[in-house]
C-alpha cells in the first residue's frame, strides 16, 4: 500500500505521462480497418462520395440518426470509421481525405440471379448521399465450384474480362471493370481454400482497389481540363519571344513584359488548382500498385490478370498527369527566364533614360550656376551701387562741417570709398552663400 501511495497509485511503478493529441489517431490508425473473416457467401456493396468539411458533418449528424433508429449506437464527433451489426449484415462508414465511404456486407443466396440486388441492403430510398457518386462497386464472395460462380463469370463482358488466381491458387478473382444495370462495377471471388480471414482480407483488398483506381483517375479528368489551357499558355509564350527578338524601345518591352506576366498568372494559377488532384491521384496510384503486388497474382485460363489490366490502362492516364505537370513546371521556368531578360532589357533602357535625365539636369544645374553667379555679380554691383551713393551722402554732409576744409573733397572721399565698399560686399555675399550650403550639406 505504501507503494502504491508513493507512485499515484500505480503498483508497477511507471509515471503516468501527458499523451500527445493525436497519439490515439495514430495507434488506432492501424487497426481502424480491420480483416472481417468470412464464412459462406456474401455480397459487398461499397459506394462512395465526394465531400468537403460540412458535408462531413451533416454526414455524420445523418448517420447517427440512422444507427439511432436501427438500436444501436452512432460515431463520436471525431470518429473517422465506425462499424454497425444489423442482423447478418455489417454496415461501415470510413471518413478518407475527400471522400466518404459506405460498405455493407450481408449473406447472398446463390440461388438468386447474379443480376438481382443484394437483400436487405441499406442503400435505398431511406439512405442520405453525403455528395456525389464516385465509387460503387459489388463483390460477390462465393464457392469457385458453385453454379453462381459459372454464371457471373459468363456474364462478364470477354473483351476486358481480367481473371487470376490469388492466395497460391486459394481463390480466383475475376471482373470486367465495367458497370452493371445498377451502376456497379462487379468483382466476383471465387473461393477454393482460402481461411475466413484470408477471405476477409482478399474481398476487402478488392474493394479498396476498385476504390483508389476509381479516384485516382480523376486526375486524368484534371489534365484533360489542363491541357488545352497549357497549350495555349506555350503558343503564348513561342508569340512573345519571337516579337522579344526584334522589339525595341522601352513602351514595346513594358507590353511585352505586361503579356508576359499576365500568361505566367495564369499558368500559375492552373498549376495551384491542379496540384492538389494530380498529388492525389498519384497516392492512390500507389495504393492500388501496392494491393496489386499484395495479391500475387497467377494467369487463369488465359485471361488478364487484374495487374496486367490495371497497368495497361491506368499507368498510361497516371503518365498523362505527370506530363501535363512537367509541361508546367517546365513552361513555368520558360516563363521565369523570358521575364527575367525582359527586365534586364527594360532596366537597361530606362538605365539609359535616367543617364540622358541625369545629363540634362547636369546642364541646367551648371547653367543655374553661372546664371546664378552673374545674378551674384550684378547684386555685388547693385549693393555697391546703393552703399557708394550712400557713403556719398555721408561725405557731402561731412564737407559742411567744420572738419570740412581739412577732408578731401566729396569727390575724392566718394571714389576712395568705392573698392572698399565692392570688396566689403563681395565678402558679405559669398560668406552669406557658404553659410547656405553648410546647411544644405548637413541636411
Known amino acids: 500500500m505504501a507503494d502504491e501511495a508513493e507512485t499515484g497509485g500505480r503498483v508497477d511503478g511507471l509515471p503516468a505521462f501527458e499523451g500527445h493529441p493525436a497519439r490515439a489517431l495514430v495507434l488506432g490508425e492501424v487497426h481502424a480497418r480491420p480483416f472481417h473473416p468470412l464464412s459462406g457467401a456474401r455480397v459487398f456493396l461499397r459506394y462512395g462520395f465526394i465531400v468537403d468539411a460540412s458535408a462531413v458533418e451533416a454526414d455524420r449528424d445523418w448517420f447517427a440518426g440512422y444507427c439511432q433508429s436501427v438500436g444501436v449506437q452512432g460515431p463520436g464527433r471525431a470518429s473517422r470509421h465506425h462499424m454497425v451489426q444489423i442482423g447478418d449484415s455489417i454496415l461501415r462508414r470510413e471518413r478518407h481525405g475527400e471522400f466518404i465511404t459506405y460498405s455493407w456486407d450481408g449473406p447472398l443466396d446463390e440461388s438468386d440471379d447474379v443480376d438481382a440486388a443484394p437483400r436487405g441492403h441499406p442503400f435505398g430510398a431511406r439512405f442520405r448521399a453525403p455528395g456525389p457518386l464516385m465509387v460503387a462497386v459489388r463483390c460477390d464472395f462465393v464457392s469457385a465450384k458453385g453454379p453462381y460462380f459459372a454464371r457471373q463469370f459468363e456474364r462478364f463482358e470477354q473483351a476486358s474480362l481480367s481473371a487470376s488466381q490469388v492466395d497460391q491458387g486459394a481463390a480466383i478473382i475475376a471482373t470486367d471493370f465495367r458497370q452493371d444495370r445498377d451502376g456497379l462495377t462487379r468483382i466476383l471471388v471465387g473461393d477454393q481454400s482460402l481461411s475466413q480471414v484470408q477471405a476477409g482480407a482478399l474481398t476487402q483488398r478488392l ?21 488545352p489551357k497549357v497549350g495555349e499558355i506555350e ?21 511585352l513584359l505586361d503579356e508576359l506576366t499576365r500568361l505566367a498568372a495564369d499558368l500559375e494559377a492552373g498549376a495551384a488548382a491542379s496540384a492538389y488532384r494530380f498529388g492525389a491521384s498519384r497516392a492512390y496510384y500507389l495504393i492500388v500498385k501496392q494491393r ?13 490478370t487484374f495487374t496486367q489490366f490495371l497497368t495497361r490502362r491506368l499507368a498510361p492516364a497516371m503518365r498523362t498527369c505527370e506530363t501535363i505537370e512537367e509541361r508546367q513546371a517546365n513552361l513555368s521556368r520558360k516563363l521565369a527566364r523570358a521575364a527575367t ?18 545629363a540634362a539636369m547636369n546642364r541646367r544645374a551648371r547653367l543655374q550656376l553661372r546664371l546664378q553667379q552673374t545674378v551674384e555679380g550684378l547684386s555685388v554691383a547693385a549693393v555697391s551701387y546703393y552703399v557708394v551713393g550712400l557713403f556719398a551722402y555721408l561725405a557731402k554732409a561731412l564737407t559742411d562741417t567744420p572738419v570740412g576744409p581739412y577732408l578731401p573733397s566729396q569727390g575724392v572721399l566718394t571714389g576712395l570709398a568705392v573698392p572698399v565698399v565692392l570688396a566689403s560686399v563681395f565678402l558679405l555675399v559669398r560668406r552669406i552663400r ?8 548637413a541636411e
Open 292 to 304: 496489386l503486388e499484395v495479391l500475387d497474382e497467377q494467369f487463369h485460363e488465359g485471361h488478364f
Open 235 to 255: 503558343d503564348g509564350l513561342l508569340a512573345i519571344t519571337e516579337r522579344m527578338r526584334t522589339s525595341e524601345g522601352l513602351t514595346a518591352n513594358r507590353q
Open 434 to 441: 557658404r553659410h547656405h550650403d553648410d546647411r544644405e550639406g
Open 341 to 358: 531578360l525582359l527586365r534586364t532589357r527594360v532596366d537597361v533602357e530606362l538605365q539609359e533614360q535616367n543617364r540622358g535625365q541625369l
Open 207 to 227: 474493394i479498396e482497389l476498385e476504390t483508389y483506381r476509381t479516384l485516382a483517375m480523376l486526375g486524368l479528368t484534371e489534365a484533360h481540363r489542363q491541357a
